[in-house]
């Protein structure tokens, strides 16, 4: 099984916009790093759930226009919330999946299913990056850390 975690694209800031909406920069970052994995490198999952908050919603959707997969909101992946709740969530999954949310919950998930500690800092994430961790006889493995290539 593969587990795909992306940080949302780079978002409005707060003070411009509470609800915190995707860039024109963060939609690009997105859309070329989905785009290339989809296109370039076969990427595919079954399901693609969000936060639910509007930056996670936005870049899921891009996301979807890639891989035609339908997505849902679930909760568990707000920024602070405890990663654990995702740990036992996708120990019980046999398809592949794609997690979007924030940080600093997404390193802190990676961080526990790969070293067993969510502060380990095992994967650092940029807004719009794809990371995917696949399962193995010994474990969770790192197997592609996508960043958005800026000019």
Known sequence: MR????QHGLAAPE???????LTEQGVADVTQVAQYAVGQLGVGVNRIIHSGKTRARQTAAI?????HCGVVEADGLAPNDDPMIWVERVATETSDLMLVGHLPHLGRLASLLLAGVSESGEVRFRPGALVQLETTDAGWELTLLLPPARA
């Open 3 to 6: 587990l795909h975690l992306v």
């Open 15 to 21: 003070a411009e916009d509470p609800d915190r909406p």
């Open 63 to 67: 996301w979807d226009r890639a891989l």
